[in-house]
C-alpha cells in the first residue's frame, strides 16, 4: 500500500456510545492484511482487530467491528459500547503479501477520545 | 502473547554522541524486525528491515549509515543512532515477526523515547 488516509485527526464519544474511524487506502495488490492498531499514552501498539482481504465477511472483534468495502478501499472500524479504556491513537495499517518484507503501512491515524 | 522488550525506555544524550537502543523478542524467535520512528503526534514510519544474519534493507531517505542495526541472533536487533543531533529526537518503535507458526504474527516493542540535547 502507498497511502493510507484517515481522515478524522480527533474524535470524540461518550461512554457506551458507538463510534467509527473511517480508513481508505491505496494497493495494486488483489490479497493483503488489514489492520487496526490501538497506541494509548503508553505508547504500546495494541493489535486491535484484522482483516484478511480475500474474505468478504467482515472481522468483527468484541466490542470492534470492521466494515470492509474491498472495490472501493475502505475499512472503517466501529466501536461499540465506548469505554474509557478505548480512549488512545488509532492507526488503519494495510500489509502487503508480496515479497518477504511483509510491511505495514500506517495511516495517519485518529485520536479517539472517551468521555463520561 | 508473545512479548518484545525494548531498552532503554528513555534515554537523554548530549548531541554529537551515540546511542544504541535494543529490542528483544521474549519468547519467540524473530526472523525479522522493523524499526519505526514517531514524532509527537504523528504516525510510524518505517526506517528498515532486518533479517536474522543479514543486512538491514532501508526505506528512502533512512541514512544507513546513521542508523545503524544489528540482528545477529534471533531474539536480539539493534538500532544505533550515531552523531545524534536534536532533528533526530523521537520515538524509535521495533516490530518482531516471527518464522513458522508465528510468522502470521507480528508485536511492537514499546517503543524507546530518544532526546537530544
Known amino acids: 500500500a502507498q497511502t493510507v488516509t484517515q481522515s478524522q485527526p480527533e474524535m470524540s464519544v461518550q461512554e457506551a456510545e458507538t463510534v467509527t474511524l473511517s480508513c481508505t487506502y491505496d494497493t495494486s495488490e488483489s490479497n493483503y492484511y488489514l489492520f487496526w492498531y490501538k497506541q494509548p499514552p503508553s505508547r504500546q501498539m495494541i493489535l486491535v482487530i484484522r482483516?484478511?482481504?480475500?474474505?468478504?465477511q467482515n472481522a468483527t472483534e468484541n466490542r470492534f467491528s470492521v466494515n470492509f468495502q474491498k472495490a472501493a478501499k475502505s475499512f472503517s472500524l466501529k466501536i461499540s459500547d465506548s469505554q474509557l479504556g478505548d480512549t488512545a491513537m488509532y492507526f488503519c495499517a494495510p500489509r502487503e503479501l508480496t515479497g518477504t518484507a511483509s510491511k505495514l503501512t500506517f495511516g495517519t491515524g485518529t485520536r479517539l477520545q472517551v468521555t463520561l | 502473547g508473545a512479548v518484545v522488550s525494548q531498552h532503554p525506555s528513555w534515554v537523554i544524550c548530549k548531541s554529537g554522541t551515540s546511542v544504541k537502543i535494543e529490542c528483544r523478542s521474549l519468547d519467540f524467535q524473530a526472523t525479522t524486525m522493523f524499526w519505526y520512528r514517531q514524532f509527537p503526534k504523528q504516525s510510524l514510519m518505517l526506517m528498515a528491515t532486518?533479517?536474522?544474519?543479514?543486512?538491514?534493507?532501508?526505506e528512502q531517505g533512512v541514512e544507513k549509515d546513521k542508523f545503524l542495526i544489528n540482528h545477529a541472533s534471533l531474539t536480539l536487533s539493534t538500532l544505533t543512532v550515531t552523531s545524534a543531533h536534536p532533528e533526530d529526537s523521537s520515538v524509535y518503535i521495533c516490530r518482531a515477526r516471527g518464522g513458522g507458526r508465528t510468522s502470521y504474527e507480528q508485536y511492537f516493542g514499546p517503543g524507546t523515547r530518544l532526546t537530544v540535547t
Open positions: 532486518s533479517n536474522e544474519g543479514s543486512k538491514a534493507t532501508y
Open positions: 482483516q484478511e482481504a480475500y474474505k468478504q
